[in-house]
């Protein structure tokens, strides 16, 4: 790997995306938006929901940047790879490596803007309560994004098309979203689905964002509670593994 090569590989990628208005709407805009949404169905619309958008908004935080980057970044490495671009520039002095990791940087501070518009919607507009610093949850929130990033690069070896790059939602993406405690805490759980939840990214990217809305501060690192930064710290080695299993699988030629 050459940290100019990455850079610039990096830097190409944040000018397709500044040029691509659709795509930048649809990952800084939309999340704002299903939030927005999603809090005037349970608090300003009166839904019977226990806690309201204070319950429903942190593993909202947490799932809206995934699955966004997730799709996003799948479908975008595919187009690359489709149009021959991907091929030119592995046939260049690039390393794999170079290649990922200057995706994982344009799509992360892509993330980092889109997670930081989220929190600040939820947090300053919306009224969401937040017992823990705020900008732990932008910190969370950008690593789930990047989580999704990852991911996203990893399926994107897998399909040929875009829309197979889609059709890994059901597999990957659905059941976490089950499974991650949204709809039904995870020690309330079957054994078999508990034992798999524990054992699933998003679920711990859920408990995260969920410790530090609830849990707030405590005797740990920045006043966080040390629950959520191992939490944090799981979804970290997540995203790494992500890279290197893309790295591992991205094959220089187009099949």
């Known amino acids: 790997m050459s940290p100019r090569i990455t850079l610039a590989v990096a830097a190409r990628v944040l000018t397709q995306l500044r040029r691509d208005r659709r795509t930048l ?3 800084l805009v939309l999340p704002c938006l299903v939030l927005a949404l999603l809090w005037w169905m349970f608090d300003a619309g009166g839904a019977p929901l226990a806690g309201g958008f204070d ?8 799932l809206i940047p995934f699955i966004v980057m997730f799709l996003v970044t799948s479908v975008t490495t595919l187009r690359e790879r489709s149009s ?4 030119r520039l592995l046939a260049m002095p690039t390393g ?9 940087l344009a799509f992360g501070a892509v993330a980092t803007v889109q997670s ?3 929190v600040l919607l939820c947090w300053a507009v919306l009224g969401l309560a937040v017992s823990g610093p705020v900008w732990m949850l932008v910190v969370v929130a950008v690593a789930d ?11 994107s070896a897998f399909a040929r098309t875009e829309f197979q790059a889609v059709q890994f939602m059901p597999a990957l993406v ?6 991650c405690g949204l709809f039904l805490p995870r020690d309330a759980m079957p054994g078999v689905l508990g034992a798999i939840s524990d054992v699933l990214p998003l679920s711990f990217a859920v408990d995260a964002m969920s410790g530090v809305s609830t849990a ?28 290197l299993l893309g790295a591992a699988t991205l094959r220089r030629r187009t099949a």
């Open 25 to 27: 709407a649809m990952l």
């Open 55 to 62: 319950a429903l908004g942190p593993p909202l935080l947490a």
């Open 84 to 87: 021959g671009t991907l091929e």
């Open 96 to 104: 794999k490596g170079d290649v990922l990791v200057g995706y994982a």
């Open 116 to 118: 930081a518009l989220a």
């Open 145 to 155: 994004a990047v989580l999704g990033t990852a991911l996203g690069l990893f399926v």
């Open 174 to 179: 659905i059941p976490q979203i089950l499974l």
């Open 216 to 243: 707030g501060g405590g005797a740990g690192l920045g006043g966080v509670a040390g629950s959520v930064w191992g939490d944090l710290a799981v979804v970290v080695a997540f995203v790494l593994a992500g890279l």
